[in-house]
């Protein structure tokens, strides 16, 4: 970590977290952390603390907002404006930040992009993060297309858990969710990852209305023979997503779908901080799963921050106040200082989400600016 910076540098520091956190304009003269004694600054008794008292030990990392698919939920059709290269994090605080984050107490990172394995150092960075001491679970969020090539390699590091986003069976639905052709290679990925001893390959499947719905059933036939961990993901609002109410099909919905077909399907118990509300088709080998972001939200047990790809922390998906961490370690902030900015940032999030018609309404980033 940097040594500690001059006096104008932590106030410009402080004006920014304001901003950050607060969406003030940027006040003048002395500049303090609202709310917060001076004295009380470093060190921070418990960086990863919100006031609800829910600790945070799960950090999501977004190391591109390149992706070579154009997913319908994900991006706007037009594209988006990536941010130049400077101002994107180098591996190197990547590494800084997350090595920060884990001494703090995270024991669980999850790199996402964009699509993380188009990053041409994406390997490397892995093995390093693998390297840390106190991370007990490092995992992978990709939509495959590259899992195939490089999967064998990732498979040498301490790469613990794998995500792969499919959502359709179809191949010439995929390129119309997607944009891109590309579904061959991913049912490549899954397979290669099963065949490298992965269990389970967790698959996420955005549901969407008149797209994708009338598959559900199809999906929970995959988990009879393979180790799978399929998790239907409500359909949730982004910029340029164009997202509406008629779209998303909910957890209720779904399940009663699936039940139609599985009426033994059955119900397992969950840890304290799943997102997935897990089921199970007695006597398969795999199982299912259902994210409620939308209809029944898990606000309360949330322990997951994100970090953009250009360095901001996000204590929630759907707020739009961010905090540069970027900007602080490229001024020279030191550990506790870092550690400061963090702790303020998590103390100020809110209980809970503000709702699926008011996120609809609020500006936030699109999903690939924010890491999925």
């Given at each position: 970590?940097?040594?500690?910076?001059?006096?104008?540098?932590v106030?410009?520091l402080?004006?920014?977290?304001?901003?950050?956190?607060?969406g003030?304009p940027?006040?003048?003269?002395?500049?303090k952390?609202p709310?917060?004694a001076?004295?009380?600054?470093?060190?921070?008794?418990?960086?990863?603390?919100?006031?609800?008292?829910?600790?945070?030990?799960?950090?999501?990392?977004?190391?591109?907002?390149?992706?070579?698919?154009?997913?319908?939920?994900?991006?706007?059709?037009?594209?988006?404006?990536l941010?130049?290269?400077?101002?994107?994090?180098?591996?190197?605080?990547?590494?800084?930040l997350?090595?920060?984050?884990?001494?703090?107490?995270?024991?669980?990172?999850?790199?996402?992009?964009?699509e993380?394995?188009?990053?041409?150092?994406?390997?490397?960075?892995?093995g390093?993060?693998?390297k840390?001491?106190?991370?007990?679970?490092?995992a992978?969020?990709?939509?495959?297309v590259?899992?195939?090539?490089?999967?064998p390699f990732?498979?040498?590091?301490r790469?613990?858990?794998?995500?792969?986003?499919?959502?359709?069976?179809?191949?010439?639905?995929?390129e119309f969710?997607?944009?891109?052709?590309?579904?061959?290679?991913?049912?490549?990925g899954?397979?290669?990852?099963?065949?490298?001893?992965?269990?389970?390959?967790?698959?996420?499947?955005?549901?969407?209305?008149?797209?994708?719905?009338?598959?559900?059933?199809d999906?929970?036939?995959l988990?009879?023979?393979?180790?799978?961990?399929?998790?239907?993901?409500?359909?949730?609002?982004?910029?340029?997503?164009?997202?509406n109410?008629?779209?998303?099909?909910?957890?209720q919905?779904?399940?009663?779908t699936?039940k139609?077909?599985?009426?033994?399907?059955?119900?397992?118990?969950?840890?304290?901080?799943?997102?997935?509300?897990?089921?199970?088709?007695?006597?398969?080998?795999?199982?299912?799963?259902?994210?409620?972001?939308?209809?029944?939200?898990f606000?309360?047990?949330?322990?997951?921050?994100?970090?953009?790809a250009?360095?901001?922390?996000?204590?929630?998906?759907?707020g739009n106040?961010?905090?540069?961490l970027?900007?602080?370690?490229r001024?020279?902030?030191?550990?506790?200082?870092?550690?400061?900015?963090?702790?303020?940032?998590?103390?100020?999030?809110?209980?809970?989400?503000?709702?699926?018609?008011?996120?609809?309404?609020?500006?936030?980033?699109?999903?690939?600016?924010?890491?999925?």
């Amino acid at each position: 970590m940097a040594t500690r910076r001059s006096g104008a540098a932590v106030r410009g520091l402080w004006r920014g977290l304001w901003r950050g956190l607060c969406g003030a304009p940027e006040p003048r003269g002395e500049v303090k952390p609202p709310g917060v004694a001076k004295e009380k600054l470093l060190p921070a008794s418990d960086v990863l603390t919100d006031g609800f008292g829910r600790h945070h030990t799960y950090l999501r990392i977004s190391i591109t907002e390149k992706c070579n698919l154009r997913c319908q939920y994900c991006m706007p059709g037009e594209g988006v404006r990536l941010t130049s290269r400077p101002q994107l994090l180098t591996s190197e605080e990547i590494i800084s930040l997350a090595r920060l984050f884990v001494d703090a107490g995270v024991n669980k990172i999850r790199l996402t992009g964009g699509e993380p394995l188009i990053r041409p150092d994406a390997v490397p960075l892995v093995g390093e993060l693998s390297k840390l001491k106190g991370l007990d679970t490092l995992a992978l969020t990709t939509n495959g297309v590259n899992l195939p090539r490089l999967l064998p390699f990732l498979k040498l590091t301490r790469l613990n858990l794998l995500n792969v986003s499919l959502d359709t069976l179809v191949p010439a639905k995929f390129e119309f969710i997607a944009r891109r052709k590309g579904w061959n290679k991913v049912m490549e990925g899954i397979h290669k990852a099963i065949d490298l001893g992965y269990s389970p390959v967790k698959v996420n499947c955005v549901v969407m209305r008149g797209l994708n719905e009338d598959e559900l059933v199809d999906f929970v036939a995959l988990t009879e023979k393979m180790p799978l961990d399929v998790r239907f993901i409500e359909y949730m609002p982004f910029d340029g997503n164009k997202w509406n109410f008629q779209k998303m099909v909910s957890y209720q919905e779904m399940l009663d779908t699936i039940k139609q077909t599985y009426p033994t399907l059955a119900k397992l118990s969950n840890q304290p901080n799943d997102t997935s509300k897990a089921y199970k088709v007695p006597g398969y080998q795999g199982q299912l799963g259902f994210i409620t972001s939308m209809s029944e939200h898990f606000c309360g047990s949330c322990n997951r921050l994100r970090i953009t790809a250009d360095g901001n922390l996000k204590v929630c998906l759907f707020g739009n106040a961010e905090v540069s961490l970027r900007d602080a370690l490229r001024s020279g902030a030191s550990e506790e200082e870092m550690k400061s900015l963090v702790a303020l940032a998590v103390g100020r999030k809110k209980k809970q989400h503000a709702g699926m018609f008011s996120i609809a309404q609020m500006k936030n980033r699109p999903m690939i600016l924010i890491g999925g």
